[in-house]
T-cell receptor, first 109, second 112 residues
């Protein structure tokens, strides 16, 4: 059974204070690791997909990395508009994605 | 680009009532999915359709039925709603089972 654990559950940062979100996973045959952003009252919005260990992707202040057991979402010099819930998911042995519970990120001005 | 469109956005039902949640995508995707999202839990897969004409159960299918009406549309039906089905329901689509899933805005359902 595929499993995804995200930590921390919640994180409060000051504007400009860099940090990292963790996603640990177990999967029978990784078909992709996905990061999504979800704003209150909205559907998840795709950010990144990673397929193999060592892969990295960047977009503005976000950088996602992947190892054989976990992925990190690094946030550099965040702004208040980066406040959201960040979801990690894996495509594994079955169709569909297995999601973690998310990290609720608050960036204070 | 509309992407994935879900209707209705909000719904309140009484226990035992039935309803159908509608989902349509305009990206010519082959695969479509229904998830539910509950507080303190991750998104959980209810049913999916890998391609037109096929449907399969996900992690939490009990109490639901689905229909892949055509390539664009995938509906979720609650035959006899229960309070445990109070949740936010998301539809998603992808080019195929290995690709990025794109989500709709969700249907917020309360069963009293």
């Amino acid at each position: 059974e595929d499993q995804v654990t995200q930590s921390p559950e919640a994180l409060r940062l000051q504007e400009g204070e860099s940090s990292s979100l963790n996603c640990s996973y177990t999967v029978s045959g990784l078909r992709g690791l996905f990061w999504y952003r979800q704003d209150p009252g909205k559907g998840p919005e795709f950010l990144f997909t990673l397929y193999s260990a060592g892969e990295e992707k960047e977009k503005e202040r976000l950088k996602a990395t992947l190892t054989k057991k976990e992925s990190f979402l690094h946030i550099t010099a965040p702004k208040p508009e980066d406040s959201a819930t960040y979801l990690c998911a894996v495509g594994g042995g079955a169709d569909g994605l297995t999601f973690g519970k998310g990290t609720h990120l608050i960036i204070q001005p | 680009n509309a992407g994935v469109t879900q209707t209705p956005k909000f719904q309140v039902l009484k226990t035992g009532q039935s309803m159908t949640l509608q989902c349509a995508q305009d990206m010519n995707h082959n695969s479509m999915y229904w998830y539910r999202q509950d507080p303190g839990m991750g998104l959980r897969l209810i049913y999916y359709s890998a391609s037109e004409g096929t449907t399969d159960k996900g992690e939490v299918p009990n109490g639901y039925n689905v229909s892949r009406l055509n390539k664009r549309e995938f509906s979720l039906r609650l035959e006899s709603a229960a309070p445990s089905q109070t949740s936010v329901y998301f539809c998603a689509s992808s080019r195929d089972a290995k690709n990025i899933q794109y989500f709709g805005a969700g249907t917020r359902l309360s069963v009293l």
